[in-house]
């Protein structure tokens, strides 16, 4: 089994120094299977999202090392670790240029990793793969080739954000709370395509997640972060078996937390 991420002893320290210092990663180790569907849930500030700014690299790491399938991309700029990683946020106008095309967008996404180059034209052959690409979401987009980005719904954006985050299959992909933002109903017919994506594709993905139901419904392990720490690592048949329940009872015996904390967790 390939490694495709492995995690060592990663901390990360806000405002080191300073009265106002945070310690919010506290030696996270890691090591993730290529074809791993990793889903992360956490209160609010427990560091889900600095981990994935650091497996990203759009936050320098303050110690540890990150290694993305053999090679170590601790001091390696965001940029060129596009090209094995792509992202999906929680704003729906975070992932695409809200100027250009759908079509545009799309081209750009063909080049993930590669200096950009705004002026470039679509070709007829990328056009007719992106129409066929989007027809694959059942949104009917592919008749929406050349309308702006900006013009669409923050469903049918973020439903090309993943299309774009997997046109060219990444090593890993990283989702944060990317539906979040969404009504109810977009927000399942967007979690069904990311599951569809990473199933058909065999993609490696972590997600984060405030949703336990869907921690527990998607991906093939979960993980829980609280106070900068992993406190539950759950995969295989005992993550397919798991209740909210049970899980809960996991977190406290494994953090020592309150169960007033529960409140901290699922808000
Ligand atoms: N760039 C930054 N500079 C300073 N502090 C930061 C920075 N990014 C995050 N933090 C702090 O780190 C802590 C963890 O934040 P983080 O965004 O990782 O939490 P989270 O688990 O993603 O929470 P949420 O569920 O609310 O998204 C918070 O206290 C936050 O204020
Ligand atoms: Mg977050």
Not at 62 to 87: W, Y
Not at 127 to 154: M, P, V
């Amino acid at each position: 089994m390939t490694t495709i991420l492995k995690i060592e002893n990663l901390h990360q320290i806000f405002e080191q120094g300073t009265v106002n210092e945070n310690h919010v990663l506290r030696g996270i180790n890691l090591t993730m299977d290529q074809g791993e569907f990793i889903t992360i849930i956490g209160g609010n500030g427990a560091g889900k999202s600095t981990l994935l700014n650091s497996i990203a690299g759009t936050l320098p790491v303050n110690q540890g090392k990150i290694i993305v399938n053999g090679e170590d991309v601790t001091r390696k700029s965001v940029m060129r670790r596009s090209k094995q990683i792509s992202r999906v946020f929680q704003d729906p106008r975070m992932g695409t240029a809200v100027r250009l095309t759908v079509e545009e967008n799309l081209a750009l996404a063909l080049k993930r990793g590669r200096p950009r180059n705004f002026g470039a034209g679509v070709k007829n052959k990328d056009r007719n793969f992106f129409k066929d690409q989007l027809a694959t979401l059942n949104l009917g987009l592919e008749t929406r080739l050349g309308a702006e980005i900006g013009l669409l719904s923050g469903g049918q954006r973020q439903a090309i954000t993943l299309l774009m985050a997997t046109l060219q299959k990444p090593e890993l992909i990283l989702l944060d709370e990317h539906t979040a933002a969404l009504d109810p109903k977009t927000s399942i017919t967007v979690m069904e395509l990311t599951e569809r994506l990473i199933r058909e594709q065999a993609l490696t993905a972590f997600m984060v997640t405030h949703d336990m139901e869907d921690a527990i419904r998607y991906g093939t392990r979960l993980i829980m972060l609280h106070q900068g720490q992993i406190v539950v690592d759950v995969k295989g048949e005992e993550k397919q078996n798991l209740t909210v329940a049970e899980l809960m009872d996991m977190f406290h015996r494994n953090s020592g937390a309150e169960l007033k904390d529960d409140q901290l967790l699922l808000s």
